[in-house]
């Protein structure tokens, strides 16, 4: 069985413009439209995901 994060860094959702219903990508129709209302342009909202580069030794200040 797979788990799928709800919180934490990479974790994507995406929000309708139109009836603004928030949903994880599963949820998302074949056709990427939303489930509610059927609204074909969803946004894609991610939290925590920034990737952080680490800087070498010398680097640091």
Do not use: Y
Not at 9 to 28: E, N, Q, S
């Amino acid at each position: 069985m797979r788990i799928i994060p709800l919180r934490g860094a990479g974790v994507t959702w995406f929000k309708c413009p139109a009836c603004r219903l928030k949903c994880r990508p599963t949820a998302v129709g074949a056709e990427g439209r939303c489930p509610r209302c059927g609204e074909a342009r969803m946004l894609k909202l991610s939290f925590g995901g920034r990737a952080t580069t680490s800087a070498a030794d010398g680097d640091r200040s």
